[in-house]
T-cell receptor, first 113, second 115 residues
Framework: DGGITQSPKYLFRKEGQNVTLSCEQNLNHDAMYWYRQDPGQGLRLIYY???????QKGDIAEGYSVSREKKESFPLTVTSAQKNPTAFYLC????????????FGDGTRLSIL | AQSVTQLDSQVPVFEEAPVELRCNYSSSVSVYLFWYVQYPNQGLQLLLK??????LVKGINGFEAEFNKSQTSFHLRKPSVHISDTAEYFC?????????????FGKGTTLSVSS
């Protein structure tokens, strides 16, 4: 079955360390997204990519970086510049624009050691 | 700019009772609206969507929602809830942003069903 795979499920970051969250999809979707979820805050957009080798900042991009070298993959790096990285991170994808619903992975929970 | 307001952060109900989760949106253009459900430590699952046509939209697990353009609302309803419906529910609107579209989410409503 097609879907979105996020790994790892749990991740711990040490002070000053960069960590990378993986997101892979086999749905042949063009657009991919990263959201951050904090309790009571809903989902906030970090980065998104509509096509390979192109991506844009969302509402809370500071302290994060991404790449889109392949259609199937959209890894997110949480850099040491992100001072409050503890959150649940969700990756999503969609086929086109407008009315197409987004499909979500099962998330990665990042915590500080 | 488009925005979504979920009017209740928590909704406690008893099993087999009806429930309504309220969502208002703000948009100056035609909208696409969605409801998602999230179970603990999982991703979001699509419940239903409104793109156009009939204002009453039926989704999975017995849920339905009604699009009301004049009141800019998209409330989610279920006539009889089960314990297994306990989860967080998110309303979202599709927004045009630089180089594409994205979903704008409300802050979520936690539905707690007890026996």
């Amino acid at each position: 079955d097609g879907g979105i795979t996020q790994s790892p499920k749990y991740l711990f970051r040490k002070e000053g360390q960069n960590v990378t969250l993986s997101c892979e999809q086999n749905l042949n979707h063009d657009a991919m997204y990263w959201y951050r979820q904090d309790p009571g805050q809903g989902l906030r957009l970090i980065y998104y990519s509509q096509i390979v080798n192109d991506f844009q900042k969302g509402d809370i991009a500071e302290g994060y970086s991404v790449s889109r070298e392949k259609k199937e993959s959209f890894p997110l790096t949480v850099t040491s510049a992100q001072k409050n990285p503890t959150a649940f991170y969700l990756c999503a994808s969609t086929k086109g624009t407008g009315g197409q619903p987004q499909h979500f992975g099962d998330g990665t929970r990042l915590s500080i050691l | 700019a488009q925005s979504v307001t979920q009017l209740d952060s928590q909704v406690p109900v008893f099993e087999e009772a009806p429930v309504e989760l309220r969502c208002n949106y703000s948009s100056s253009v035609s909208v696409y609206l969605f409801w998602y459900v999230q179970y603990p430590n999982q991703g979001l699952q699509l419940l239903l969507k409104y793109l156009s046509g009939s204002t009453l939209v039926k989704g999975i697990n017995g849920f339905e929602a009604e699009f009301n353009k004049s009141q800019t609302s998209f409330h989610l309803r279920k006539p009889s809830v089960h314990i297994s419906d306990t989860a967080e529910y998110f309303c979202a609107v599709s927004a045009f942003i630089q180089a594409g579209t994205a979903l704008i989410f409300g802050k979520g409503t936690t539905l707690s069903v007890s026996s």
